[in-house]
């Protein structure tokens, strides 16, 4: 498995989750990581992303100031704290991996995907 997601679950509407992603050393240390997030029925939103080396992130004007993106390069892993959630938060989230060392918000610019963590508001 080259990208493992984990944290996802069920959480009231103003609570916290924390998403992580597990990924092999070969397609982290020199790629941007980025989360998306996918309603059924609807395309691959882009959420946060950030650099190789975490100098630069990124985030979707919705997430912004919400969600808060992070690596650790020594343990191969990226974060996503998600904060005051709301029910339209709700859907399946994906860790993805960049082509570049840079993050894009389209999902073509990535080549790597985990399986995608569940992630549910109740109001």
């Known amino acids: 498995v080259q990208l493992q997601a984990f944290g996802g679950g069920l959480v009231q509407a103003g609570g916290s989750l924390r998403l992580s992603c597990a990924a092999s050393?070969?397609?982290?240390?020199?790629?941007?990581m980025s989360w998306f997030r996918q309603a059924p029925g609807k395309e691959r939103e882009f959420v946060a992303g950030?650099?190789?080396?975490?100098?630069?992130?990124d985030y979707a004007d919705s997430t912004k100031g919400q969600f808060t993106i992070s690596r650790d390069n020594a343990k191969n892993t990226v974060a996503l704290q998600m904060n005051s959630l709301k029910p339209e938060d709700t859907t399946v989230y994906y860790c993805?991996?960049?082509?570049?060392?840079?993050?894009?918000?389209?999902?073509?610019?990535?080549?790597?995907w985990g399986q995608g963590t569940q992630v549910t508001v109740s109001s």
């Open positions: 993805a991996a960049a082509r570049s060392a840079v993050t894009t918000t389209s999902p073509r610019g990535y080549n790597y």
């Open positions: 950030i650099s190789w080396n975490g100098g630069y992130t």
């Open positions: 050393r070969r397609i982290f240390s020199n790629n941007g």
